[in-house]
């Protein structure tokens, strides 16, 4: 089955820290950009960071430049976002997409989640 599963999600303090885990199934991740969302209750889902499949280059947002690093494990097939300094505006469900641009359209397979909680 072709799928991307999150996980990795949890409870943390302010300042504290999380990787978020998104494996791929079905189809290798080398071959594809990979792209973490996030969507906090009542706003739109947001584009947090990606990772081209071609020279590797990668994009954050302004909002977790420095804190959010994006890699790739190619044996174990599966993209990380490592998320440092984690702030309370953090707090939503992250979403790993097959894709990559900022264009919602430009992701053709969507996991179906991992809640994010950041609170003291």
């Known amino acids: 089955q072709v799928q991307v599963v999150e996980s990795g999600g949890g409870l943390v303090q302010p300042g504290g820290s999380l990787r978020l885990s998104c494996a791929a199934t079905g189809f290798v991740l080398d071959y594809y950009g990979i792209g973490w969302f996030r969507q906090a209750p009542g706003k739109e889902r947001e584009r947090v960071s990606c990772?081209?499949?071609?020279?590797?280059?990668?994009y954050y947002a302004d909002s977790v430049k420095g804190r959010f690093t994006i890699s790739r494990d190619s044996a174990k097939n599966t993209v990380y976002l490592q998320m440092n300094n984690l702030k309370p505006e953090d707090t939503a469900v992250y979403y790993c997409a097959r894709g990559y641009g900022y264009r919602r359209s430009n992701y053709d397979l969507w996991g179906q989640g991992t809640q994010v909680t950041v609170s003291s």
């Open positions: 990772i081209s499949t071609s020279d590797g280059s990668t």
